[in-house]
């Protein structure tokens, strides 16, 4: 008989798991972490850093940008998307001005990487965290 005692704290998006405490023979082992795994992985955030290359405010209040980073131009149509009405949208523009105007990089990280930008649709990545990175 395999006892397995497991305690995870995970924190992540929304969701969190803690303290899973579990009796379990190796197959109930495996498959619990598999699901962690797997529910850690499909809310992990994807990262794009670079500087900033081009910007676009829209009447609506949304800004799109570009960054100098490869990985963004094959992501959605290769532009970020700050939308009008996302809490903090007019810190993360304030960030992206200085950043720049600097010519700092810039860190961007999304939980959904293709969405529609607000009163607009098409595909852009979403900015849930964005990080001026300093030299």
Do not use: H
Request: aromatic share 12%; with cysteine.
């Amino acid at each position: 008989m395999c006892i397995a005692k497991c305690a995870f704290a995970v924190k992540y998006s929304d969701m969190e798991i803690k303290g899973i405490n579990m009796n379990c023979n190796g197959q109930k082992f495996a498959a619990a972490l598999l699901g962690l795994v797997a529910a850690t992985s499909a809310n992990a955030a994807v990262g794009f850093s670079g500087t900033v290359t081009w910007m676009e405010v829209w009447r609506n209040g949304n800004v799109a940008f570009r960054l100098s980073d490869s990985a963004s131009t094959g992501t959605c149509n290769g532009q970020f998307i700050l939308n009008a009405s996302d809490p903090g949208t007019r810190n993360q523009y304030a960030a992206l001005l200085a950043a720049k105007k600097t010519g700092s990089a810039v860190s961007v990280y999304s939980y959904l990487p293709c969405g529609p930008a607000e009163n607009y649709g098409s595909s852009y990545i979403i900015v849930d965290y964005l990080y001026v990175v300093q030299d």
